[in-house]
C-alpha cells in the first residue's frame, strides 16, 4: 500500500532540501513542499495530504500555531503533525503536548527517528477500530444533520463510553441544546472544554446557551475565553469580532476592554489598544494590570519615561507586582 502525500512546511530552503532527502531515503516519495505556514493551510484545504512535517518557528503563522488551528477542524483534526526544531526547549515541548503534536523531529534529521514514528502515526490511520469509530462519528453527525437528535445521541453516549473525546460531548451539547435541555447542554460542553482548554468552539456554544438562559456573565466569561483561544492561534479578526459583538450587547467590562487592549497592541494598533485600556480605567481605575499594559504599550512606543510611570503606578497598587518591579528595574538599568 503506498504512502500517503506527506506536506513539509520550513522557510528554510536548505532544510526543507536535507528533509525531503531524508524521506525519500525512507521510502517516502509522495511530497509537497510549502515555503510558509498561510501556502500550507492552503494546500491542507486543496490537496489529498496524510501527514504534515512543519517547523516549530515561522515568521507568518508559526508551526506550532498551524497546529492549533488544525486541530479545531472536523475534517483535518487527527492528522498526524509533526513539528521540527534545532533545539526544543522545555517550554516548546510542553507547548507542542498541549496542542496536539503528533511527535517532534530534532534538527538535523534522524531518519531512523523519522522512519518510527512516521510508521507509528500513519500505522493508526489504518486501524480498524479508528475507522470503524470515524464512521460511527460521520454517522452521528448525519443523524444531527437529519435532526434524528434521538438516534444521534445514543451513538455519539456509545462513543464517550468507549473513549472521552471532546469532539464527542461537544456533539452531545449541541444536541442539547437542540431538545432545550440547557443544562445538559452546558454540562456536556464543559466536559470538551475539560478535555481540551482551546476547544474554541465548545466555548462559543456555551455562550449561546448562557445567553438564552440570561446567564449574562457566563456569557462574557465563555465569549472572552474563546476570543483569546482565537488570539493565541493568530486569528485576531475572529477575536476581535467576538468582542466587539459582546460589547455591542451592552457589556461593559474591565476583562473585555482589557482583551480587546492586548488584542489591538498585538495588532500594532498602540492607538486603539489605549483606548480600551483607558475604558478599562473608568469601569476599574485601581486594577493594577491595566497600568501595567498601558506601561507596557509605551515601551513599544520607545517612550520609557511614560512607561516606567505606568508601571510605578501598578507597582504602587499592588507592591507584590514583581512583573511591574523587574521592568522598572530594567529600565533605570538601561536595559530597556
Given at each position: 500500500m503506498p504512502h500517503p502525500t506527506i506536506l513539509t512546511i520550513t522557510e528554510e530552503t536548505l532544510e526543507?532540501?536535507?528533509?525531503?532527502?531524508?524521506?525519500?531515503?525512507?521510502?517516502?516519495?509522495?511530497?509537497?513542499?510549502?515555503?510558509?505556514?498561510?501556502?500550507?493551510?492552503?494546500?491542507?484545504?486543496?490537496?489529498?495530504?496524510?501527514?504534515?512535517?512543519?517547523?516549530?518557528?515561522?515568521?507568518?503563522?508559526?508551526?506550532?500555531?498551524?497546529?492549533?488551528?488544525?486541530?479545531?477542524?472536523?475534517?483535518?483534526?487527527?492528522?498526524?503533525?509533526?513539528?521540527?526544531?534545532?533545539?526544543?526547549?522545555?517550554?516548546?515541548?510542553?507547548?507542542?503536548?498541549?496542542?496536539?503534536?503528533?511527535?517532534?523531529?530534532?534538527?538535523?534529521?534522524?531518519?531512523?527517528?523519522?522512519?518510527?514514528?512516521?510508521?507509528?502515526?500513519?500505522?493508526?490511520?489504518?486501524?480498524?477500530?479508528?475507522?470503524?469509530?470515524?464512521?460511527?462519528?460521520k454517522k452521528g453527525l448525519e443523524l444531527i444533520e437529519k435532526k434524528e437528535y434521538k438516534k444521534a445521541l445514543g451513538l455519539f453516549q456509545t462513543l464517550v463510553n468507549q473513549n472521552a473525546n471532546p469532539e464527542y460531548y461537544y456533539n452531545i451539547g449541541y444536541i442539547k441544546t437542540a431538545q432545550n435541555k440547557y443544562y445538559e447542554a452546558i454540562d456536556a460542553f464543559s466536559k470538551a472544554t475539560r478535555l481540551d482548554r482551546l476547544f474554541v468552539k465548545a466555548y462559543k456554544a456555551m455562550a449561546m446557551v448562557y445567553r438564552v438562559m440570561g446567564a449574562v456573565e457566563k456569557v462574557e466569561a465563555c465569549t472572552r475565553i474563546a476570543a483569546e483561544i482565537y488570539m493565541d492561534t493568530d486569528k485576531l479578526g475572529k477575536a476581535e469580532d467576538m468582542l466587539n459583538e459582546l460589547l455591542a450587547s451592552g457589556t461593559n467590562s474591565l476583562n473585555v476592554f482589557n482583551t480587546l487592549g492586548v488584542l489591538y497592541r498585538k495588532k500594532g494598533d498602540i492607538k486603539e489598544a489605549m483606548k480600551q485600556y483607558k475604558k478599562a480605567l473608568k469601569v476599574h481605575p485601581d486594577e493594577p494590570y491595566i497600568y501595567y499594559n498601558i506601561g507596557r504599550l509605551y515601551l513599544d512606543a520607545k517612550d520609557t519615561t511614560k512607561a516606567k510611570t505606568y508601571f510605578q503606578v501598578a507597582l504602587d497598587k499592588d507592591h507584590g507586582f514583581t512583573e511591574a518591579k523587574q521592568v522598572i528595574k530594567a529600565i533605570d538599568l538601561g536595559m530597556i
Open positions: 526543507q532540501d536535507r528533509l525531503l532527502t531524508a524521506l525519500k531515503k525512507i521510502g517516502y516519495t509522495h511530497i509537497i513542499t510549502a515555503d510558509s505556514a498561510n501556502t500550507g493551510w492552503a494546500l491542507l484545504k486543496t490537496s489529498d495530504v496524510g501527514c504534515v512535517i512543519a517547523a516549530y518557528d515561522m515568521s507568518d503563522i508559526s508551526g506550532l500555531a498551524l497546529l492549533k488551528i488544525l486541530r479545531k477542524e472536523e475534517r483535518l483534526g487527527n492528522m498526524p503533525f509533526f513539528l521540527a526544531d534545532s533545539a526544543f526547549t522545555k517550554i516548546k515541548v510542553i507547548k507542542a503536548g498541549q496542542a496536539g503534536v503528533s511527535g517532534l523531529f530534532v534538527i538535523p534529521y534522524d531518519p531512523k527517528a523519522l522512519k518510527m514514528r512516521l510508521a507509528v502515526a500513519l500505522g493508526k490511520l489504518k486501524d480498524p477500530v479508528i475507522h470503524q469509530v470515524e464512521l460511527s462519528v
